[in-house]
C-alpha cells in the first residue's frame, strides 16, 4: 500500500489574497468546486479580516455559506487572526481553524503590526476558546528559514515558536519558507533540529518556488519524515513584502513529484490542471506552475 501524503490546498486564500484586482464571489465559488472535485480532502478556503486589511476577502461569509450551508465539512479550514474573526468562522460552521504568526519580528510587525510576542497575544483566547469548542487549531510560521528583512533565521529562533504554539494547544503547524530562499541544507538544518524535540507528524511544509527550490525542499522534508505539505493551485500567491518573490509551491509541482515517487495523496492532478486554467483564465495572467504548463502543453 503506498504512503499517504496529506495535501493542503491553500490557494482560494493564500494564493488569492495578494491579487489587486478583486474576483467576483461566484468566481471564487467556481474555482473551490473545481478543486473539490479534484478529490482534495483540504482546502483553504478564506480569512475572517478587515476587508480593509484584505479586500479580496472581504467575502469570507459568503464564500463561507456556500460551502457550509447546512453543516461542516471537515475539509475545510479558514485563517481567524484574532478571536472576532474564530467567533465568525465558529458561526459559519468551520472545525479547523488556522492563526498565524512568524520565526522574525520585523517580518510580523510589516505583515500584522505586532511582534511575534504580540501575535500570541492575539489569537491566545482563540486555543481557549476552541478547546471548549472542540475546534482544531492549525498555525502558520512565517519565515521560517529567511527573512526580507532580518536575512537568514537561525533554527533555534523557530523552536522557540513552535514551543510556544505547542503550549497553546495547535495540531499542526505549517513552517513557512516565505520568500523562497530556502534550499535542501536550510530545510535539513531546521528540520533535524525541530525533528529532536517533536514528531515529524506535528509539521508541513509550505514552500515557496521564487528561487525554484519548492520541490526540492518537498524531497529533503520527505528524507526527514514529513508527510504534510501545503500547496497553491497553479503556484498562485507570493509574498507582498519580498520583492521578486513568486507564488506558492504549485499543487501540480508537489503531486507530479509526491506521485511519480510512490506516494498516495488521493488527489486527481488532471482535475487541478481544470482549475488552474479556470482561475488563470479569470486572472489574466499566466500561472507559475511547470508541471501545469507542461502538462497542458501535452495536451494540446
Not at 506535528?202 to 515557496?208: K, N, Q, R, T, V
Request: with cysteine; hydrophobic share 35%; charged share 25%.
Amino acid at each position: 500500500m503506498k504512503e499517504k501524503v496529506k495535501v493542503t490546498e491553500v490557494g482560494p486564500r493564500d494564493g488569492l489574497q495578494n491579487e489587486k484586482a478583486f474576483l467576483p464571489t461566484e468566481v471564487k465559488i467556481e474555482f473551490i468546486k473545481k478543486l473539490i472535485s479534484a478529490n482534495h480532502s483540504h482546502i483553504e478556503l478564506t480569512s475572517f479580516v478587515k476587508e480593509s486589511a484584505i479586500p479580496q476577502l472581504a467575502d469570507s461569509s459568503e464564500v463561507s455559506k456556500h460551502f457550509l450551508k447546512e453543516s461542516s465539512n471537515e475539509k475545510f479550514s479558514c485563517l481567524t487572526p484574532n478571536l472576532q474573526g474564530y467567533k465568525r468562522a465558529l458561526d459559519h460552521g468551520y472545525k479547523e481553524v488556522a492563526v498565524f504568526t512568524a520565526a522574525s519580528n520585523t517580518f510580523t510587525k510589516k505583515n500584522i503590526n505586532k511582534t511575534i510576542e504580540e501575535s500570541f497575544q492575539a489569537f491566545r483566547n482563540i486555543f481557549q476558546e476552541a478547546g471548549k469548542d472542540n475546534i482544531k487549531v492549525r498555525a502558520y510560521i512565517s519565515t521560517v528559514i529567511a527573512c526580507p528583512y532580518e536575512g537568514w533565521i537561525e533554527p533555534n529562533k523557530v523552536l522557540e515558536v513552535v514551543d510556544q504554539l505547542m503550549n497553546e494547544g495547535v495540531y499542526e503547524i505549517s513552517l513557512g519558507e516565505t520568500i523562497g530562499k530556502g534550499t535542501p541544507s536550510h530545510v535539513d538544518k531546521l528540520l533535524t533540529l525541530l525533528l529532536k524535540k517533536y514528531p515529524a507528524k506535528l509539521f508541513a511544509g509550505h514552500f515557496h518556488d521564487t528561487y525554484g527550490m519548492g520541490v526540492a525542499n518537498v524531497e529533503k522534508s520527505l528524507e526527514l519524515g514529513l508527510r504534510s505539505f501545503d500547496s497553491s493551485s497553479g503556484g498562485l500567491g507570493g509574498c507582498p513584502y519580498a520583492k521578486g518573490a513568486s507564488g506558492n509551491l504549485a499543487t501540480e509541482d508537489l503531486l507530479y513529484l509526491l506521485h511519480t515517487s510512490g506516494y498516495d495523496t488521493g488527489i486527481q492532478l488532471d482535475k487541478i490542471l481544470e482549475a488552474s486554467k479556470y482561475i488563470e483564465e479569470k486572472l489574466g495572467r499566466k500561472l507559475m506552475s511547470k508541471t501545469y504548463t507542461a502538462m497542458l502543453a501535452s495536451l494540446s
